[in-house]
């Protein structure tokens, strides 16, 4: 039996993949053999990595800015363009940290758009060529907020579990065509986001609260989100697996 993690002639998006876990996500695809299409928002950062990757690269990234509504219908337009896709991850997302009577609906709409609107859209494209493939793995990023929750995460949590129980549904109508729909929901992982939402001594006492006693590197949440894509993954649909180092099981 072959259990190598292989993407060679596939066609994967991944969404967020200039930083943190969408950057650990598309490494180890494109490590694996995977054709990418990837994004961020910075134009200057997105035409510097393509430069860096040269014209043939494997990867191309896109400047999409899912908040911003004719950025996220162009960035469809584009998708409208590949003739398959086999893997779509979509792990975009951000967090604006208040308590609820400090939000905004500005921050509601920012933060919905971008963690809930854009996956949909994208899902509902991506599933028509996955449909006519007969064959899709799609991956949505939640997080542990979606399973429970703390002070001042409102919009966040209401977010990810909505992705839940988007990925849930998603699985049921895609599954007579072969297509498997997860979600894989991160504990906390040492990324930009982690440093930008909590300071260095609240993630000490993070430390201590998680059973592994330590926060999780991206790499760890980007392994869970290979084997799920891959063909070794042949059963698990409408799953939200926790890669939480056990945090919300204590
Ligand atoms: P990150 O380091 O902040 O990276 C976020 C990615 O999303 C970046 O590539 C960023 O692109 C992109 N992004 C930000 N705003 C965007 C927008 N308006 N439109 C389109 N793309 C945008 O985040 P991360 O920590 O890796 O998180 C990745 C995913 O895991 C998110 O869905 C997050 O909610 C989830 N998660 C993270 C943790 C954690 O502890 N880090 C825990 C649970 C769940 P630019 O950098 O180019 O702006």
Known sequence: MDLKLDFKGKTVLVTGATRGIGAAIANDFYQTGANLL???TNMEEINELNRSC???SRRRYLQVDFSEDRSLENFLSVIDNYNRIDICVNNA???RIDPINDTTM???NFITKINCHAPFAICRKVSRLMINQNHGRI???SSIWGIITKKKRSIY???KSAIVGFTKALSVDLAPYNILVNAVSPGFTMTELTKSTNTETEILNIAE???LKRLAQPEEIAKVVL????DLNTYITGQNIAVDGGFTIV
């Open 38 to 40: 990837l994004t961020g």
């Open 54 to 56: 040269g014209e043939k």
């Open 93 to 95: 997302g951000v967090n």
């Open 106 to 108: 500005e921050d509601y």
């Open 139 to 141: 991956i949505n990023i």
């Open 157 to 159: 949590s209401l977010t």
């Open 209 to 211: 609260q998680i059973p």
């Open 227 to 230: 084997f799920l894509s891959s």
